[in-house]
């Protein structure tokens, strides 16, 4: 399956999920609200890690996600431990690339072989923290744009900053000590 070009974000939000989330979790839909992909931690977290998700160094852990569609995986999104570049491979290992982290808002695309691409903002919108309601549940909500008619691979790592957009970003699962979007005056 390939994902659309727009894609709806959404990722739990409350002040549980805050103070003892651990888990890395984001649903896409598509601009209809139709449920498109799911971005979740791979295996169980050690108690070490679950640990230290619940605090300031979350976003320095180790993520291993996947990216899935009716519980067949599309993508394999990994961040090793510190602020190494996020790496993006096909369900079967084969890499795509990775992103890596410039400054506060430009990420770099990467080819498997660490030369960059271009930019995240020279393919895609993106944007961040809406606080909506779906079921009955809070969520954040983002948006994310990718150009039509972007080539791959930069297209796939794209898609991959939207989804995993707070590991890429470095925080990981802890949001208390965010920038303005991770509490919105409501």
């Known amino acids: 399956m390939t994902l659309p070009d727009t894609l ?5 939000w409350g002040a549980a999920r805050h103070l003892f989330g651990t888990r890395y979790e984001t649903r896409a839909y598509t601009e209809h609200g139709a449920p498109v992909a799911v971005a979740a931690d791979r295996k169980g977290l050690g108690p070490l890690r679950k ?24 993508l394999l999104v990994r961040k090793g431990p510190g602020k190494p570049p996020t790496r993006v491979s096909r369900p079967d290992g084969a890499p795509l690339g ?3 982290r410039e400054s506060r808002s430009h990420y770099a695309l ?3 072989s660490g ?3 271009c930019y995240f903002g020279d393919v895609a919108g993106f944007t961040q923290g809406a606080i909506a309601k779906r079921d009955g549940r809070r969520v954040r909500r983002d948006v ?3 150009r039509p008619g972007t080539p791959e691979p930069a297209r796939t790592l794209a898609l991959a900053v939207g989804l995993a957009f707070d590991v890429v970003r470095g925080v990981g699962t802890s949001h208390t000590g965010g ?8």
């Open 8 to 12: 709806i974000i959404e990722q739990p």
């Open 51 to 74: 640990l230290l998700r619940t605090t300031g160094f979350s976003g320095r852990t180790t993520f291993d996600l996947v990216v899935s569609h009716l519980g067949q995986p599309l």
């Open 98 to 100: 990775s992103v890596r």
């Open 110 to 112: 990467l080819d498997p």
């Open 115 to 117: 030369q960059r691409i």
């Open 144 to 146: 994310l744009h990718v």
């Open 179 to 186: 920038g303005g979007f991770d509490f919105p005056a409501a």
